[in-house]
């Protein structure tokens, strides 16, 4: 899941980035107002994380914007003001939800996954496929009965193709969901981690899960038609 996080204060962005990413996230950060909103009017983001004491354009403007511009994904408010008088005002002009600072991580990271989960037309916290099963919260990947070690970006890339579960996910929207800004188009990295995903998950197993449909993409499923392994 990629995530745009607006925060101005740059020590407060470091340490939130690196807890994020350290969960698997793929993490763009935006220092004020225009540059948020210009960044998710150039990429695909999950859940957008928004302060709202920022320069130029404070968090309140920027979520009027952005739902302006047609952009429904989760927003998610941070901010050092608790009055219930700011609170109604931000939800009322599109946030999704709204969280005082100082937080703590973990409830972050719970409302995140409630918000993913509703952008998600309301997905289980397991996500499960034929025998695989993906625990979101825990971040743990189970093939029957055996638990496999994933590394964190191999999570991320198995998740994503599980909310997306029979669907066919062209190369360009997992660079856009799993990897974030500093990704680079012309690497073979996508190609490696699915094949590094493929013999952690389906090695050993009759039924091939993880499919690749020949220009177009990769897909998640337990149908073979037309479909290669």
């Given at each position: 899941?990629?995530?745009?996080?607006?925060?101005?204060?740059?020590?407060?962005?470091w340490m939130?980035?690196?807890?994020?990413?350290?969960?698997t996230y793929a993490v763009d950060v935006a220092a004020d107002g225009d540059a948020a909103i210009y960044q998710a009017s150039v990429n695909d983001y999950d859940l957008v994380?928004?302060?709202v004491m920022l320069p130029h354009k404070?968090?309140?403007?920027?979520?009027?914007?952005l739902r302006k511009?047609?952009?429904?994904?989760?927003i998610l408010m941070l901010t050092a003001r608790d009055a219930v008088q700011d609170r109604i005002d931000g939800l009322d002009i599109g946030a999704d939800d709204y969280l005082t600072k100082p937080f703590d991580f973990h409830e972050l990271l719970a409302r995140m996954r409630a918000l993913l989960r509703r952008g998600h037309a309301l997905q289980p916290e397991t996500l499960e496929i034929a025998d695989l099963s993906i625990d979101t919260r825990a971040r743990r990947v189970r093939r029957g009965r055996r638990q496999?070690?994933?590394t964190g970006k191999e999570?991320?890339?198995i998740e994503y193709l599980a909310r997306r579960a029979g669907e066919v996910v062209s190369r360009t929207e997992i660079a856009e969901h799993v990897w974030d800004e500093n990704f680079d188009p012309f690497s073979n990295l996508i190609e490696v981690y699915m094949q590094r995903l493929r013999r952690k998950i389906d090695e050993g197993h009759a039924l091939k899960l993880l499919r690749t449909r020949r220009?177009?993409?990769y897909m998640l499923t337990v149908v073979n038609d037309d479909i290669h392994a």
């Amino acid at each position: 899941m990629r995530i745009l996080l607006v925060e101005d204060e740059p020590g407060a962005a470091w340490m939130l980035a690196k807890g994020l990413r350290e969960q698997t996230y793929a993490v763009d950060v935006a220092a004020d107002g225009d540059a948020a909103i210009y960044q998710a009017s150039v990429n695909d983001y999950d859940l957008v994380i928004l302060d709202v004491m920022l320069p130029h354009k404070d968090g309140f403007e920027v979520c009027r914007e952005l739902r302006k511009g047609g952009l429904t994904i989760p927003i998610l408010m941070l901010t050092a003001r608790d009055a219930v008088q700011d609170r109604i005002d931000g939800l009322d002009i599109g946030a999704d939800d709204y969280l005082t600072k100082p937080f703590d991580f973990h409830e972050l990271l719970a409302r995140m996954r409630a918000l993913l989960r509703r952008g998600h037309a309301l997905q289980p916290e397991t996500l499960e496929i034929a025998d695989l099963s993906i625990d979101t919260r825990a971040r743990r990947v189970r093939r029957g009965r055996r638990q496999i070690e994933l590394t964190g970006k191999e999570y991320a890339l198995i998740e994503y193709l599980a909310r997306r579960a029979g669907e066919v996910v062209s190369r360009t929207e997992i660079a856009e969901h799993v990897w974030d800004e500093n990704f680079d188009p012309f690497s073979n990295l996508i190609e490696v981690y699915m094949q590094r995903l493929r013999r952690k998950i389906d090695e050993g197993h009759a039924l091939k899960l993880l499919r690749t449909r020949r220009g177009e993409g990769y897909m998640l499923t337990v149908v073979n038609d037309d479909i290669h392994a």
